[in-house]
């Protein structure tokens, strides 16, 4: 392990780090952001994860239906989601162009909404209901080269936003058509991925509900990122 010691890190930057097992020992941490998978976090002594867990089910009550094995709870998610980004779409729409503008290296709106078109058809079609077909090709991936453009993918495109907004819609009504059908046992089983060698490789041996998980988590977390840099772009415009 890295040992900082008498470092003076201010500004410093953490991206897509593991820091599992980091201590931070007589620091001083003043005006810090942690954004990330928190677990079993020591500060002076007080496990904190768990009060900050409950104040973000506080803040957004869908975490605790996203949580659930039962279908219906699943369902009444997917729903809100969708409810969800469908606002900040219309938000969007208030201020053409701010769905291309992205802030300290993150996505913007646009990229985001195009990563969950990949999410859907990687980690629902495939994985939920055994498909094989081409990605839809806007989507964007996962930063591994191998599967960067890899099965359907075009790296090259620039869709305008109702091209987007009308892909996502099709797959939320293909996915709460399937929610209306699917029973527990189904989520329990097995997910039916092909075997290939297509995103997501690691995939196999989940169950459908864990792959649908992933589908509902990304389109939440995603949302939470998106309106976060809106608001961001729109406090610069401000100034």
Do not use: K
Not at 16 to 30: K, M, P, S, Y
Not at 37 to 51: D, F, M, P, Q
């Amino acid at each position: 392990m890295t040992r900082y010691v008498d470092e003076v890190l201010h500004g410093a930057e953490f991206r897509e780090c593991d820091l599992t097992g980091a201590r931070l020992i007589g620091v001083v941490l003043q005006d810090a952001v942690i954004d990330g998978l928190v677990t079993n976090l020591v500060v002076n002594g007080v496990e904190v994860t768990e009060y900050v867990e409950a104040e973000l089910d506080r803040r957004h009550p869908v975490r605790v239906l996203l949580r659930s094995e039962d279908p219906a709870d699943l369902r009444e998610a997917s729903r809100r989601l969708h409810a969800g980004w469908a606002a900040t779409i219309e938000r969007v729409r208030r201020t053409p162009g701010i769905e291309r503008r992205s802030v300290n290296g993150e996505w913007s709106a646009a990229q985001t909404m195009r990563h969950l078109v990949f999410v859907h058809d990687s980690w629902f079609r495939r994985c939920c209901l055994s498909s094989t077909e081409l990605f839809t090709p806007m989507g964007i991936g996962p930063t591994v080269e191998a599967y960067r453009g890899a099965h359907g993918l075009d790296l090259s495109l620039e869709p305008a936003l109702d091209e987007i907004v009308s892909v996502r819609a099709a797959q939320a009504a293909e996915l709460e058509a399937w929610l209306d059908e699917v029973t527990a046992a189904q989520l329990a089983a097995r997910a039916p991925v092909p075997d290939d060698d297509v995103w997501p490789p690691y995939a196999r041996g989940r169950s459908v509900r864990q792959c649908l998980g992933t589908v509902l988590t990304e389109t939440f977390e995603h949302h939470g990122f998106c309106v976060r840099d809106l608001d961001l772009v729109e406090a610069q415009d401000a100034e």
